[in-house]
Nanobody, 120 residues
């Protein structure tokens, strides 16, 4: 079992910045990928950014050049630096973690979500 605790959400004006953090609890499971997804009211959850244990990253087109995902493997913590925020970035942001396969199966865990609100 892996528990994820997110922090750093809040209210910011358009053009501003926020930094989200997500810390994973110690576990016998070794985490491979960590990432951020977001879900706005009435919309499906969508990938924002993800990073592997080796540092490879992937971003949604809508956030490329504005958001940066990073990771501290020693602390099992992933960060999302969000610059140039736009009102359309307003969502609940969820952290997730995917383990390396255990007996052929990967396990995915989710955080509780943190609200990001960007005012015009």
């Amino acid at each position: 079992q892996v528990q994820l605790v997110e922090s750093g959400g809040g209210l910011v004006q358009a053009g501003g910045s926020l930094r989200l953090s997500c810390a994973a609890s110690r576990s016998r499971f070794v985490i491979n990928e960590m990432g951020w997804h977001r879900q706005a009211p009435g919309k499906q959850r969508e990938l924002v950014a993800e990073i592997t244990s080796g540092g490879s990253t992937n971003y949604a087109d809508s956030v490329k050049g504005r958001f940066t995902i990073s990771r501290d493997n020693a602390k099992n913590t992933v960060y999302l630096q969000m610059n140039g925020l736009k009102p359309e970035d307003t969502s609940v942001y969820y952290c997730n973690a995917i383990t390396f396969p255990i007996f052929g199966r990967e396990y995915t865990y989710w955080g509780q979500g943190t609200q990001v609100t960007v005012s015009p």
